[in-house]
Every structure is written in structure tokens, then in C-alpha cells.
């Protein structure tokens, strides 16, 4: 349909100013519940690693945000922010569909994102 021809479209002009710089500002999908957001998003990510050999994490938030108690055994909640702060590109998915507590929200996804922004990586 028109929406996803356009979405399409978004990610292709990414993708083709990605290859040229990858310190671009990046993609912000928002949509209903199962319109196809994460396949899409998932074509993405394997096509920038499989073709142009870079690190990608693809994050589910709520999944990441309900499993943040497990770093604090090992004490490697900071590792974990350095790697999502420092891969190449970070898709975070379904961010928003959780409430997050306010320090989820300012000590750890806003240290990722604070310091991919300062980094320029999208």
C-alpha cells in the first residue's frame, strides 16, 4: 500500500546516504501494533550487516528493560550501555510500548541515546 511504499522509499534513501556517511541522523518508525514495522526494520538490519559489514544491534526495549536486573550480578549493566552506545547502527523496537521508570528512562536508555547523538551514529 502507499504507507509501506513510502516507508520504503525512507529506508532506501537511508540506506544509500548510510553507505556514503554513516554519521547521519537516523529513522524514527511509528505505526499501529502488526502493521509491519519490526520486518522491516529487520530487512534493515541484515542488509547492513550482510552488505556493508557493520554492527547492528536490533533491541527489543521492553525485553531489554525488564532484563536490566540481570546486570546488576555481574555488574555489567555499564558494558552493556558502552555496546549499544558505541555499535555502528541501534534499532530499538517498540520503544514506548512499555512504561519505563524514570531511571530506565534518564540512567539508561537516555545514556545511549545521549551518547550515540554526541557520536553522531544513527
Not at 554513516?22 to 520486518?39: A, E, M, Q
Not at 534493515?44 to 525485553?63: I, R
Not at 528512562?105 to 537516555?110: E, I, M, N, Q
Request: glycine fraction near 6%.
Amino acid at each position: 500500500n502507499d504507507d509501506r511504499k513510502q516507508v520504503l522509499t525512507l529506508i532506501y534513501d537511508f540506506l544509500r546516504k548510510y553507505k556514503q556517511n554513516p554519521h547521519i541522523r537516523g529513522l524514527y518508525l511509528s505505526g499501529d501494533f502488526g502493521v509491519g514495522k519490526t520486518y522491516i526494520l529487520a530487512g534493515l538490519a541484515n542488509y547492513v550487516v550482510t552488505n556493508m559489514n557493520k554492527n547492528v544491534v536490533f533491541l527489543h526495549v521492553p525485553t531489554f528493560i525488564a532484563g536490566l536486573a540481570s546486570h546488576f550480578d555481574d555488574n555489567s549493566l555499564q558494558s552493556e550501555i558502552r555496546r549499544l552506545s558505541e555499535c555502528d547502527l541501534l534499532i530499538l523496537d517498540d520503544i514506548g510500548a512499555e512504561s519505563l521508570s524514570q531511571w530506565s528512562r534518564d540512567d539508561v536508555l537516555g545514556v545511549i541515546l545521549q551518547a550515540r547523538m554526541d557520536n553522531v551514529l544513527p
